[in-house]
C-alpha cells in the first residue's frame, strides 16, 4: 500500500501559504499607522481609512471569491490571490501619493478576501477526513506566523529609521527601508507573494471541483496521489456524485433549502460573533491597549502577544483531531469569558485594588492563547467543511463576507469603545462570547472525522 499522506500534506502547506499572506497584510498595519499619518498629515478621519482601505477591499473579495472559485477552479482563484498580494506590495513599496498608497492597499485586501475563501476549501477538499482538522488548520498557523512575521518586521525596520537622512536626496532603497519606513514594513510582503504565486503551479486543482464539473479523468489522476488503493479513488468519486444528485451545479438557490440555509445562517453567526469577543481588536490595537494600560514598551508587549498566538496554534494543529471543535471551542470560549473578565476588572478596579501590569499581561496572554486554541484556530475548519459540494464556494463567501463585515465594524468600533470605558469594552467583549457557545452547543454539529458528504447530508435531513 503506498504512502500518500506526504503529497496531501504538501498540497495542504501550499495552499496554506496564502494564510501567511492573509496575516502579514492584516497585521503590518499597525507599524505603519503612525508613520503615514505623520508624513502625509493625515486627519482622524483619513487616518481610519488608511486603516480600514484593506477591509473594504477584502469584504469585496469574498464576495466574489466563491463564484471564482467555482467557475474557474480552486487553483486559479489562488493564483489570482497571489498575483493580487504581489501588485499591492509592490505597489505600496514605491507608489507616489497617499491616493495610490490607499489603492494598492485596497488590491491587496481583495487578494486577504479570496485567499481566506479559497485556501481553507482548497485543504478541505484535498484531505481525508481523519486528518482534514488537522490539514485545515494549517491555514490558521500560516495566518498567525504572517502576523508574527508582520510584528517582527515591523519592528526590526521601525529600529532602522534614520532621521539624519530627512530633507537629503536619497535613494528608492534608503526611502524604502530608512526613511520613509512604511514603505519596506508594506513592500517586504512581496518575497511571500511571489513565493505564492510560483509554488502553486506545482499542486493540482481540487478533486472535488474537478468531479463537480465532470472532469472524471483529471479527478481521478488527483485522488490516485491522495488515496492508496484504487477501490478508494472510486469510492471518494461515487460518493461525490452521489450528493449532487439532484443539484444544479452552483446555482444560489440552492443555498435557500432549509438545512443548508440553517448551515449558511449559524456559518455566517459564527463568523461575525468571532469578531465581537475581541480577536481582532487585541491583534489591531494592541500597542495602544498596552499603552494605555501603562505599559514602557508596548511593541515589545505585542510581539509577545504574536509569539503566544503562533505557539499555540500550533498546538491546535496538533489537537484538533483528537479533542474535536466543539470541545476545543467549550474549554477555550470560557477561558475567554474568564481573562476577559479579568481584563475588565483591571481596566475599573486595578489602581484601586493594588493589580499591577503583570496581572494585565497574564490574564492579556491567556486570552490570546484560549482564543488561538479554539474559535481562531477553528473557524477555517468549520467554515471550510459545513456546506455542500455544489455551492461550498458560495456558502463560504457569504460567511466569509459576515467575517470581514465584523472585522471591519470591530476595527473601526474599537477605538470608539476604548474611548467610552476600557472597562467597558472587555466587559462587552466577554459577553458576547456567550451567543457563540449557545449557537456551537444547539446548532453546528460535531464535525471531527467526518466526511464532508456525511456532514452535507446532517444538514440536508436538519428539519
Request: hydrophobic share 50%; proline share 3%; aromatic share 12%.
Amino acid at each position: 500500500m503506498k504512502n500518500t499522506t506526504g503529497y496531501v500534506i504538501f498540497m495542504a502547506v501550499v495552499a496554506a501559504i496564502g494564510g501567511i499572506l492573509f496575516g502579514y497584510d492584516t497585521a503590518v498595519i499597525s507599524g505603519t499607522t503612525e508613520i503615514v499619518k505623520n508624513q502625509f498629515h493625515l486627519t482622524d478621519m483619513m487616518e481610519g481609512w488608511y486603516v480600514g482601505c484593506a477591509l473594504i477591499g477584502s469584504i469585496a473579495g469574498v464576495l466574489v471569491a466563491g463564484t471564482l472559485s467555482d467557475y474557474l477552479g480552486r487553483k486559479l482563484t489562488m493564483l489570482i490571490s497571489a498575483a493580487l498580494f504581489s501588485i499591492s506590495a509592490i505597489g505600496c513599496a514605491v507608489c507616489g501619493s497617499f491616493d495610490g498608497l490607499v489603492a494598492y492597499r485596497i488590491i491587496g485586501g481583495i487578494g486577504i478576501g479570496i485567499v481566506s475563501i479559497v485556501s481553507p476549501i482548497y485543504i478541505s477538499e484535498v484531505s481525508p477526513a481523519k486528518i482534514r482538522g488537522t490539514l485545515v488548520s494549517l491555514y490558521q498557523l500560516a495566518v498567525t506566523i504572517g502576523f508574527l512575521l508582520a510584528y517582527l518586521m515591523n519592528w526590526v525596520i521601525d529600529a532602522n529609521i534614520d532621521h539624519s537622512l530627512a530633507g537629503t536626496d536619497v535613494t528608492l532603497w534608503q526611502k524604502i527601508m530608512h526613511t520613509e519606513a512604511w514603505r519596506g514594513m508594506l513592500g517586504s510582503e512581496t518575497i511571500p507573494a511571489l513565493l505564492f504565486f510560483i509554488i502553486i503551479f506545482f499542486i493540482p486543482e481540487s478533486p472535488k471541483w474537478l468531479i463537480v464539473n465532470g472532469k472524471l479523468d483529471k479527478a481521478s489522476s488527483v485522488l490516485a496521489r491522495i488515496y492508496p488503493t484504487a477501490e478508494e479513488v472510486k469510492e471518494e468519486i461515487a460518493v461525490t456524485q452521489d450528493s449532487l444528485k439532484g443539484e444544479t451545479k452552483g446555482k444560489w438557490s440552492n443555498l435557500l433549502k432549509p438545512g443548508i440555509l440553517v448551515a449558511v445562517i449559524a456559518g455566517s453567526a459564527i463568523a461575525i460573533l468571532g469578531q465581537f469577543m475581541g480577536v481582532n481588536a487585541v491583534l489591531y490595537y494592541g500597542p495602544k491597549i498596552f499603552s494605555e494600560a501603562g505599559f514602557d514598551n508596548p511593541m515589545f508587549s505585542t510581539v509577545l502577544v504574536g509569539v503566544v498566538n503562533c505557539v499555540t496554534t500550533v498546538l491546535a494543529v496538533f489537537i484538533i483531531d483528537r479533542v474535536g471543535r466543539k470541545q476545543l471551542i467549550y474549554w477555550g470560549v470560557s477561558g475567554m469569558i474568564i481573562c476577559l473578565v479579568a481584563i475588565g476588572i483591571y481596566f475599573a478596579w486595578g489602581s484601586a485594588i493594588g493589580l499591577g501590569n503583570g496581572f494585565m499581561l497574564t490574564f492579556f496572554l491567556a486570552y490570546v492563547f484560549c482564543c488561538a486554541i479554539s474559535i481562531s484556530a477553528i473557524v477555517f475548519v468549520l467554515l471550510s467543511e459545513m456546506y455542500p459540494n455544489s455551492v461550498r464556494g458560495r456558502a463560504m463567501s457569504i460567511a466569509g463576507f459576515a467575517l470581514w463585515i465584523g472585522t471591519y465594524l470591530i476595527g473601526q468600533l474599537t477605538p470608539v469603545l476604548l474611548g467610552w470605558s476600557q472597562a467597558g469594552t472587555f466587559f462587552i467583549f466577554a459577553v458576547m462570547c456567550v451567543p457563540y457557545m449557545l449557537i456551537m452547543w444547539k446548532v453546528i454539529p460535531e464535525t471531527t472525522g467526518k466526511t464532508l458528504e456525511e456532514i452535507e447530508s446532517y444538514w440536508n435531513n436538519r428539519k
